[in-house]
């Protein structure tokens, strides 16, 4: 299988979010172009897109909405449910805790860990929140495999190693620091300030 | 001047935030190498990227720590006391306005907005939420130049035409659809979903 960059599985991601749209308008087929169209791209970027993962579609006849959304389902495992732990439940961490679109998409919290003491055993929108030293037995009793981490900027590396060590190879982490990993463990990174300071940088350079 | 890329300007964003650790650390020089290696990335990359702006340090002596993150400030922008709103302050909304990297990257909330009327007139931490029906006149008094949004998806489009005639030129969105804007305005988009996507897919690929 090639390799697909990360900015074709973003995009089909946007697909699935278009595909989801149509569908509640009871639209049944729609073309190349106008997926291109709502989201500001060319149809040839769409086609290619899709083109990595088969043939999907009638020539001329565009694509079935239902059809299409279900396949981009299955290349992204959005057909299952996944369980997934929160590390840090600090203010950004309760706040992805009641993000209803996890949810909608398959991503289930099941599990919230912290460090702070006075957290540590209670319960927050009716999950428990765990010590850090109780990762290994909590993430194997509850099949965790993607973790998010919103613990402060110098914990991140820490943190993101226990949980390696107990097999976790997925993390969505909100610190903004790179985090070493070792092959096979996969860390995508949500830079909010990061993305501020490219609109710095658009309005400082006009 | 050339058109520099997204993805250069994100990594300048993290080469300022490498310094600004080796400076804590009283780290006075610092090579391309040891920069690349930080971020895992290559040091010709770190040198391609700084070269859109300049000569910087000096032919085997590296970078000067202090120096380096000046300039990297200026080009971002990162000079200037930013002056940002929110509008819908939500669960999400109301994390951001309390994550400290914004105001340490001088990006200040100085308005909030939402158009829930239990909510216009309140305040949170200190800060007064106005209706939408108020945008013009609030943003022109308080020369906020950025907009971050987290209001429902369906919300988006509508909430950010209303800033857009108020004369604002730079959102950050984190509702997760694509948001259609005139030429002259840039919108970001924090896609934390399609993160999480990203992560199914590299699971599931496996």
């Known amino acids: 299988m090639k390799k697909i960059s990360d900015s074709t599985i973003g995009r089909l991601s946007t697909y699935y979010r278009t595909l989801s749209t149509l ?9 190349s172009d106008e997926i291109a169209d709502i989201n500001n791209i060319t149809s ?19 694509y079935n909405t239902k059809d299409l959304r279900d396949e981009i389902a299955s290349i992204l495992g959005l057909k299952k449910k996944w369980k997934i732990a929160l590390a840090g439940v600090g203010n950004i961490g309760r706040a992805l805790i009641n993000f209803n679109e996890f ?32 990762v290994c037995t909590v993430i194997k009793n509850n099949e965790i495999e993607i973790v998010i981490v919103a613990v402060p900027t110098k914990m991140a590396q820490d943190v993101i190693d226990v949980f390696i060590k107990c097999g976790v190879k997925a993390f969505l982490n909100f610190a903004q620091v790179t985090i070493k990993v070792p092959e096979g463990v996969l860390v995508k990174n949500e ?16």
Not at 120 to 125: K, L, M, N, Q
């Open 44 to 62: 040839a970027q769409v086609r290619k897109d899709l083109s990595f993962f088969g043939t999907f579609g009638k020539r001329g006849l565009g």
């Open 191 to 206: 830079n909010m300030s990061i993305e501020l300071e490219a609109l710095s940088y658009y309005l400082t350079k006009e």
């Open 23 to 31: 569908i509640e308008k009871n639209v049944e087929t729609v073309s």
């Open 103 to 134: 949810k909608t998409q398959g991503f289930h919290f099941t599990a919230l860990f912290d460090n702070d003491p006075k957290k540590i055993g209670t319960e927050i929108s009716g999950l428990k929140v765990h010590s850090i030293d109780d």
